[in-house]
């Protein structure tokens, strides 16, 4: 199974992933691409992206970037989000990238862009931090 089917599998059995539209469209090592549709539910008041939302897209992104170095079993220790612009668009495609992968923990970055019209725009990124897992046995 290739980094894409790992994390398409995972993807599916997250329940609010599913919920939110989430697709995986891109995954190599070190890398990945998450695409969600906008959907009314997920709009804040103003009809922008819910900086929820935002949060979501960027964890989730990082968290399936540092499973292509690291395997699945893995638990945000911490991340932070910076909305620079409100996100409004059709489509959201968040792109995220291990900064530094280790042994216990991994280091990752991602960029979330709205795409509205065919035309992509920089709305927001982030930073996690991921404790790496025993695996169960």
């Known amino acids: 199974m290739n ?3 790992m994390l398409q599998k995972i993807n599916a059995m997250a329940e ?3 919920w939110c539209g989430i697709e995986v469209t891109v995954a190599e090592v070190g890398a990945v691409e998450i695409q969600m549709p906008w959907r009314a ?3 804040q008041y103003s009809g922008f992206l819910h900086a929820g939302l935002i949060g979501t897209l960027i964890d989730t992104a990082c968290g399936f970037a540092a499973a292509t170095v690291a395997g699945p079993h893995l638990l ?3 991340f932070s ?3 620079l612009r409100p996100a409004q668009g059709q489509t959201f495609i968040a792109r995220a990238r291990v900064v530094k992968p280790g042994k216990t923990q991994i280091f990752t970055s991602c960029d979330l862009f709205a795409v509205d019209a ?3 725009k920089f709305v927001a990124n982030g930073q996690t931090l991921l404790a790496v897992l025993q695996a169960p046995q």
């Open 3 to 5: 980094a894409l089917q």
């Open 118 to 120: 065919g035309q992509e």
């Open 41 to 43: 539910e997920v709009g």
């Open 76 to 78: 945000a220790s911490n």
């Open 16 to 18: 609010f992933n599913r």
């Open 81 to 83: 989000v910076n909305c």
